[in-house]
């Protein structure tokens, strides 16, 4: 795994051992960042269930002004922070080491309105659902804020009306899906 473009283009970046991450491919973060590259200078990126902090190290490296990463493994976040000071990218960026809900909770109030989410979660135990719903309420995003998930293709997603949020698009594909989600604007 390297990070593809900006700075910290072509370093590599290390990654657990195992199956306790699931790290994405560069050409699927290639094809990610492509689609939102023109709104990474000075933004505010989230990652969560960051795994070896590729994608918020992608978005740093791209021009992001500061990317929290949220990795609940203890193993994992201590290889975001040592991928950090391999692209010198550390002064832009959090580390917390905690589940994603419990991160949420303590970053908000704390003045950040992000710009983009991301989250990876495990697979099909609905997790991205209880995030979604935390953050139907949360001051850390608005309607300028992209949310964009990345799940397996049987991922389900028709809960998002609901919630307050809408699919503004869906990029499959062999494997699994991103999709990019948006709070609907409050009346």
Known sequence: MRVIAGKARRLILKTLE??????????IKE?????IN????????????SGSGGIGIEALSRGARLAVMIENNPKAAECIRENLKTT???????????????????LEGKDYIFDFVF??????????????????????INEDSTIITEGSLETDFSYIEELGFSVKKEKIYKTNKHIF???EVSL
């Open 18 to 27: 195992g199956q306790d991450t699931r790290p994405t491919t560069d050409r």
């Open 31 to 35: 094809t990610l960042f492509n689609m």
């Open 38 to 49: 023109q709104d990474m200078p000075d933004c505010l990126f989230l990652d969560l269930f």
């Open 88 to 106: 010198r990218l550390e002064d832009n960026a959090i580390v917390m080491g905690c589940d994603a809900l419990t991160g949420l909770q303590r």
């Open 119 to 140: 989250m990876d979660p495990p697979y099909d135990r609905e997790l991205e659902q209880q995030i979604f719903k935390y953050l139907a309420d949360s001051s850390l």
């Open 181 to 183: 989600i948006t709070k």
